[in-house]
């Protein structure tokens, strides 16, 4: 769920900076997230494109996310792929043609990366809300 402030896709950006800033984590290459801003023929931003990127934790876990968040603030294409050190996965949330049986979202669980299963929607707020749940609890 958007903060209420999240008007545009300019505040969506900010959003994001924010929730990585605020996430624990770092990028071992650089110290910003990447984000592409998509614009149309006029130089009117439409879309924010984030492509895979690496956001790393102290304990050896990782985050490789991308997204692409449409003009009316919809995330139309992510995944969020969650694993411990040694690439042990925790779960990889996703949302892309090509699994449209179940539905427009769905999650692969350590066992199953194959078989994957209809899930709810998320965001980044989810997805990192998930992972400081996950970390509390190891």
Known sequence: MLPGWVANLDDYWRWLEQLVDRSGGYFEDRDVL???????????????????????????????????????????????????????????????????DLGPAHIHLPGAEDDPCPSAEVDLKVVLDRIWEDQGNR
């Open 34 to 100: 990447i984000v592409e801003a998509m614009e149309d023929d006029e130089g009117r931003l439409i879309a924010l494109r984030l492509p895979g990127q690496d956001l790393r934790y102290y304990d050896g876990s990782y985050l490789y996310f991308g997204m692409e968040v449409e003009e009316d603030l919809e995330l139309s294409k992510y995944h969020f792929h969650y694993a411990r050190s040694l690439d042990e996965l925790v779960w990889r949330e996703d949302k892309h043609p090509g699994h449209e």
